[in-house]
């Protein structure tokens, strides 16, 4: 399955530089507002050290890692759901995406400017959520009007719709999320197309600066009130050092550890992040391996082998007969398919088995 996260933040929080890092593209990321002035999309490799043990188990040279597309938008400031800045046309280019990546910047420097005049990151969260809930009010006012026609005619969709829809639109005028409107699964099919961007989960990157005066560091209570928000909405975040994970991008093994340890990042940031967005989305990963190439696959935690099946072709999941399935870390200790039949960890499961991560699967069909 395809994996969109819309990159949003204010100017000069570290979107583009977090963007480049991710990505190796090679968009603008100078030190003024607006710079980056349309989105940019890049394909992001997950990082899977399985993928490399289980290609020389089976003698293949090919491997295709699960992909994240990362689409980098233009900094967000006040009243951008109104025009201001360079406006809401950017707002429009993540409501395809499945998830919300929001960058806060968390430390101060005097030579980067701010867009608000200091760093609060706890107030740079609440501006950018309240221009995508004012955007989604506009959009939500707007479908309103469109489906009374056919709520007064009695049309069934359109009186769930529109019922669906006061309801959101109740929760974005107390200035909420349109996601913390409790709706039934029926309501929220009702009102899918609309692609709101406050329905959509939201992630937080928390960007440092090595060498910086990062709040975390500081034991500074901007940083405490931060993390208590957070906590407080049950949000999915990681602290990342931009600057220092594009430094480090084209750095490789031994390297890129010694280079961590001279910065002071020990922790690959970028891959918490795809961690966090996995978690957000409720995703996890199987595998599949063979003479021509070993390959991730990303599905939704809790789907049945068919389902799991449909990512690689719809036909697995139509004309679905049986998987051979054997956990990843089995079928390494074995040391071969052959192996690991022989010890019985190959198993033939059918149409109601469920998904684990790491599974190494071979579809019958």
């Known amino acids: 399955m395809g994996l969109s996260i819309g990159i949003v933040g204010l100017p000069n929080v570290g979107k583009s530089t977090l963007f480049n890092a991710l990505t190796a593209k090679g968009v603008p990321a100078e030190n003024y507002p607006f710079c980056t002035i349309d989105p940019s999309v890049g394909i992001v490799p997950v990082p899977d050290p399985r993928l490399q043990k289980l290609a020389t188990l089976s003698s293949c040279f090919k491997i295709i890692p699960a992909v994240i597309e990362f689409v980098d938008i233009a900094g967000l400031v006040k009243g951008a759901s109104e025009g201001a800045g360079l406006g809401n046309q950017?707002?429009?280019h993540i409501r395809e995406t499945d998830a919300i990546l929001e960058v806060v910047r968390i430390f101060d420097d005097a030579d980067i400017t701010h867009v608000e005049g200091e760093v609060d990151p706890v107030h740079d969260i609440e501006v950018i959520n309240l221009e995508l809930v004012l955007t989604d009010l506009s959009a939500v006012a707007k479908r309103l009007q469109s489906v009374e026609r056919d709520a007064k005619r009695g049309v069934k969709e359109a009186i769930l719709e529109q019922a669906t829809l006061q309801k959101v639109d109740q929760t974005l005028s107390e200035g909420k999320l349109a996601s913390t409107t409790p709706l039934t699964s029926e309501e929220r099919h009702a009102?899918?197309?609309?692609?709101?961007?406050?329905?959509?989960?939201?992630?937080?990157?928390?960007?440092?600066?090595?060498?910086?005066?990062n709040l975390d560091e500081m034991n500074d209570g901007r940083y405490q009130k931060l993390i208590e928000f957070l906590d407080g909405m049950g949000a999915e975040y990681a602290t990342v050092d931009a600057g220092i994970e594009g430094e480090l991008r084209d750095v490789a093994g031994e390297d890129k550890e010694t280079l961590r340890r001279e910065f002071g990042v020990l922790d690959d940031g970028l891959d918490g992040l795809i961690r966090a967005g996995y978690r957000l989305l409720g995703l996890m990963t199987f595998l599949t391996t063979g003479e021509v190439e070993t390959r991730a696959w990303t599905v939704k935690i809790g789907s049945t082998a068919p389902e799991a099946g449909a990512a690689i072709h719809t036909d697995f999941r139509d004309t679905f007969i049986r998987a051979e399935v054997v956990a990843y870390d089995k079928l390494i200790e074995a040391?071969?398919?052959?192996?690991?039949?022989?010890?019985g960890w190959v198993r033939t499961e059918g149409k109601e088995y469920i998904v684990k991560d790491g599974d190494v699967i071979e579809f019958k069909v």
């Open 335 to 343: 040391g071969s398919y052959a192996t690991a039949r022989e010890k």
């Open 90 to 92: 950017f707002l429009q």
């Open 191 to 213: 009102i899918r197309a609309l692609q709101l961007l406050t329905m959509k989960p939201i992630m937080y990157a928390l960007n440092k600066k090595a060498g910086g005066h």
